[in-house]
């Protein structure tokens, strides 16, 4: 290197070499100082004792403490064939997947521009030109609300995309969703809808031949459920079903504990959901330009069993109403029981009990805003708990429980040893385990804190459910779950969250409701494949 680029700049040849000799000159300094001097003595004994201990765990475990999950494809090959994508559904759900498709809308951008100009901590806009350009257009959309299907539209031709690929035609709205499906426009469909609606669109989707990416509960009772997957299974159609911690880096990480068989045998898992404020309880601003003109309140509440005048309140917080949604089990349960099916992949269970009530919003609802489930699975001697309230924040986690170790995973991974344990008696007796600490964690990518801005918010991000990684690269699992269906539409296989899984997830989550709404004991009959 010249010396005009070390004026500039530019390291010279010996460059290394002075920074470990000015570390070392530090260093020497310091332990020149008592009182340094025995710190630094003290924690360097330590770090290495640590070192030895962590270095005899992780050959006993033959599991990589830091190495990254093992993902098929991390960085894969760019998309070939366009595909045109309709949405049906704006509201804020499908807002963000089709912002994770590579379309957000102009009013975001401008607002993560700024919000990044203000703090650089915050990634959103980064993360969201980062994504890999997915080769799509949105060239249909229908919403029954008039605002948001304008919002759709807009969204469909914005110019600041990834891949700088530039704006896309606007897309053509449609009022009824039955003609965005029968027009031709199309080659997929993403359901965004209230859990009402789903099995009515995605039926119509598979037998028009049109692919499928539906937001979970998959539906709101179990006959839509088995509807759907015979649909599903008696074609061609490619169906993914919203659970976007199947893209979470610590989930495919715990899978390969468990197969490690590092926790003993699993008796008892526990998940759960806590959160404490309004938003996180589904009491959802109500638009402005909501109203009678502006809403099509027919057409929404059409599938519904009951029919009820006109109501803002019902339209815009639809998740209070059983109507609509499947309360609890649908929308959090679902998340925690997922998790675990695709770590334990335990499927349908025997039996579930479930209680609960509405003890804090006492504004109308009928789901309630507390509630717990317990599942059975005798052939796996295991037993699964879920419990939340809605009205504390404290958080508890999903956590694996096995007679050697305990397992905790959100967005992080925890393996603590049992104090009990069998297969690690010897090495806690030498003090080589501390059971009051992990024996090792995994935080995907980690290097930092982005910014988190509600309670709700911090609730997905410590599940791994907004943020995960891949290569080293902060991505949205949203963004990679769609990726995932488009790259099994163009290239075949299987999508991560199928209909075999996603029927899976309906029928758990329609035992737990089934047993609170009835107040009894059900049970999953495998031979009539009915819940009894």
Not at 198 to 214: D, E, F, K, L, P
Not at 285 to 311: C, L, M, R, Y
Request: glycine share 8%; charged share 25%; hydrophobic share 35%.
């Amino acid at each position: 290197m010249s010396e005009n680029n070390i004026k500039h700049g530019g390291e010279s040849p010996d460059s290394e070499h002075w920074s470990r000799m000015s570390r070392r000159g530090l260093f020497k300094a310091l332990f020149s100082i008592p009182i340094f001097g025995v710190f630094f003595y003290n924690y360097f004994k330590k770090k290495a004792a640590d070192d030895v201990r962590r270095e005899a765990v992780m050959s006993e475990l033959r599991v990589s403490e830091t190495g990254p999950a093992v993902i098929p494809e991390a960085i894969s090959r760019p998309p070939s064939e366009h595909l045109r994508v309709g949405i049906i559904g704006f509201g804020g759900e499908g807002e963000s997947l089709v912002r994770n498709a590579g379309f957000a809308h102009p009013d975001w951008v401008e607002s993560a521009t700024e919000a990044h100009r203000e703090d650089r901590a915050n990634k959103r806009l980064e993360t969201y030109m980062n994504q890999e350009d997915l080769n799509i257009s949105i060239t249909a959309v229908c919403d029954v609300f008039d605002v948001r299907a304008e919002r759709a539209m807009a969204a469909s031709a914005v110019e600041v995309r990834p891949g700088g690929g530039g704006a896309n035609p606007r897309a053509k709205r449609y009022r009824r969703y039955q003609d965005l499906l029968d027009s031709g426009d199309v080659d997929a469909v993403i359901i965004a809808t209230p859990d009402h609606w789903h099995s009515r669109i995605t039926i119509h989707a598979v037998n028009r031949g049109i692919h499928v990416y539906c937001e979970k509960c998959m539906t709101r009772t179990e006959q839509e459920a088995h509807d759907v997957r015979a649909a599903v299974k008696n074609s061609d159609v490619v169906f993914q079903l919203g659970h976007q911690n199947r893209q979470s880096e610590s989930h495919i990480k715990a899978r390969e504990i468990i197969e490690a068989d590092i926790l003993g045998p699993i008796t008892l898992v526990e998940g759960t959901t806590n959160r404490n404020d309004p938003w996180g309880a589904w009491v959802w601003d109500i638009h402005e330009e909501g109203s009678p003109e502006t809403i099509d309140w027919e057409q929404f509440q059409e599938p519904a069993p009951n029919k009820v005048p006109f109501s803002l309140e019902r339209f815009f917080r639809w998740r209070c109403w059983y109507d609509y949604g499947t309360g609890l089990s649908g929308d959090l349960l679902s998340h925690e029981y997922d998790g675990v099916n695709q770590i334990l992949k335990v499927g349908i269970p025997k039996s579930a009990v479930a209680s609960g009530g509405i003890y804090y919003f006492k504004d109308g609802r009928d789901v309630p805003d507390v509630f717990q489930a317990v599942y059975e699975y005798p052939d796996r001697d295991l037993t699964v708990m879920y419990s939340a309230t809605l009205a504390n924040g404290a958080y508890r986690g999903l956590t694996f429980m096995g007679h050697d170790a305990s397992m905790k995973v959100s967005g992080a991974l925890s393996v603590t040893a049992d104090r009990s344990s069998t297969r690690y008696e010897q090495k806690i007796d030498d003090g080589i385990i501390d059971t009051s600490r992990p024996m090792f964690t995994y935080r995907p990518g980690f290097k930092g804190i982005d910014a988190v801005t509600s309670a709700t918010e911090q609730y997905f991000a410590s599940r791994g459910l907004l943020f995960t990684y891949r290569g080293g690269r902060r991505v949205s699992a949203y963004h990679l779950l769609i990726k995932d269906w488009l790259d099994v539409i163009r290239d075949g296989g299987v999508p991560s969250c199928n209909i075999d899984v996603a029927f899976e997830e309906a029928i758990t989550c329609h035992m737990a409701t089934r047993a609170y709404l009835e107040g009894r004991r059900v049970e999953w009959d495998p031979v009539r494949r009915r819940i009894v």
